[in-house]
């Protein structure tokens, strides 16, 4: 079923295409909930009303292969890409899309539309997660993509600058980081420790301690 929503949607795209929106800086919080979001907008003065709108990618893969597409080539060679997101390597560096691993198998590809542009059609593709140390476990530190997007936006002043954070993405190391500890297994997977009857509330609290890990540095 995933092959065969990929190509139907390749072919007639579902959702709102951020390319079709006012904007100069667009910042990503992957897997960031619309609901935790409201539940910290008090705590940040940026944050006022939280709205949303019908993503064209449920995963990171599908959202990038859907995003920089041919229809807006001329606003994408605009616009700086500075991610902690691997992704942008797969899809837009590899060319592989979809690439859906479900049981450790890796699945072939749907009959899609191949109608995603490369990374040298953006004014910039700058992946972070390369070359930045990764001092926090999973994904690059937060600070390191900060300050690198405010480098980019003084260096290469692009109309459209976009910022990935890899955040709140499990595992979930805001605690563990402030408390000087290992992870706890339910920080690691949130999922299955749920699944094997750990108290929500818990595990909650730890994504939302890992969303403000990282609108730290989006203030």
């Not at 001329?74 to 899309?97: K, Q, W």
């Not at 699945?107 to 997660?129: E, F, K, S």
């Not at 749920?194 to 203030?219: C, I, S």
Request: contains cysteine.
């Amino acid at each position: 079923y995933i092959a065969a929503w990929i190509t139907a949607t390749s072919h007639h795209p579902v959702g709102t295409n951020v390319f079709d929106l006012e904007w100069d800086t667009l910042i990503l919080l992957d897997t960031c909930r619309v609901d935790a979001l409201r539940e910290v907008a008090l705590e940040y003065d940026f944050l006022n009303d939280v709205g949303s709108i019908l993503s064209v990618g449920s995963t990171s893969n599908e959202w990038i292969a859907n995003t920089f597409t041919e229809d807006y080539r001329s606003e994408i060679r605009r616009t700086a890409y500075v991610t902690s997101n691997a992704n942008a390597e797969t899809v837009l560096v590899d060319d592989v899309y979809p690439e859906v691993h479900l049981s450790g198998k890796r699945h072939p590809p749907a009959m899609r539309t191949p109608n995603y542009v490369g990374p040298d059609d953006l004014l910039l593709l700058d992946q972070v997660w390369k070359y930045n140390p990764d001092e926090t476990p999973g994904h690059v530190h937060p600070k390191h993509l900060t300050d690198r997007a405010i480098s980019v936006g003084r260096e290469y002043q692009p109309d459209r600058l976009i910022v990935h954070y890899s955040h709140p993405h499990v595992p979930y190391v805001a605690d563990a980081i402030s408390e000087n500890r290992e992870l706890y297994d339910y920080e690691k997977d949130p999922i299955g420790a749920l699944l094997n009857g750990e108290d929500f509330n818990k595990v909650w609290e730890a994504y939302l301690n890992k969303l403000r890990f990282a609108l730290e540095e989006v203030e």
